[in-house]
């Protein structure tokens, strides 16, 4: 007999009731897609993990006083309040998000890939590498839309929430970034593969 997992909705509803072991279950699901996009905005590990912490703070405070609101997804809700999260820090410190590696950090080791040979990995990390060093020459709106869709993997209505921004401005953006990125490849004969 198949047993099938709870939905989000049904773990917080069981968390509510006094599961502990359902907001794990929540936490367990969501936790790394929550903690890389918080990564990506803050480039330092100690400050993404604080910031991670204060974001599950902020959303069981939330589900306890029963303020959650059950119409948008969890995680698009708990990206959101990352998110905000990250912008509080960064006008508080006046600093930019960089995309770069760290030594115990790099956002493509959570992305699925094939296997590939040391020639290939070589080739993928230098590549990597590359498009790392243009995204981070974008201007701040482009670069923060390039990180939300291809890094956190969030679709462009939820950019647009979360940035409060019209969808056609979060494409725009997007597409003004894909623009520059090529005219940057071309301008500085960057050889991608």
Known sequence: MQVTPLNDQQLIA????????????????????????????????SLAEDIFQEVFIKIIDTLRKGKYNHEGKFLQWALRISYNMCVDYFRRTKRRPQVSPTETF?????????????EQTIIRSQTHDKV??????????????????????MSFKEIAKL???SI??????????????????????????
């Open 14 to 45: 069981r968390y509510l009731e006094g599961d502990e072991r359902a907001f794990e279950e929540l936490l367990n699901r969501h936790q790394q897609k929550i903690y890389t996009s918080i990564y990506l905005f803050v480039k330092e590990q």
């Open 106 to 118: 790099d956002i493509f080791d959570v992305l699925p890939l094939t296997e590939e040979n040391a």
């Open 132 to 153: 790392r060093k243009l995204v981070n020459m974008l201007p701040p709106e482009q670069r923060e839309v390039v990180i939300l869709r291809h890094y956190a993997d």
């Open 163 to 165: 940035t409060r921004v």
């Open 168 to 193: 056609n401005t979060a494409l725009g953006r997007m597409r003004y970034a894909l623009i520059n990125i090529r005219k940057m490849v071309e301008e500085k004969e960057v050889i991608l593969q």
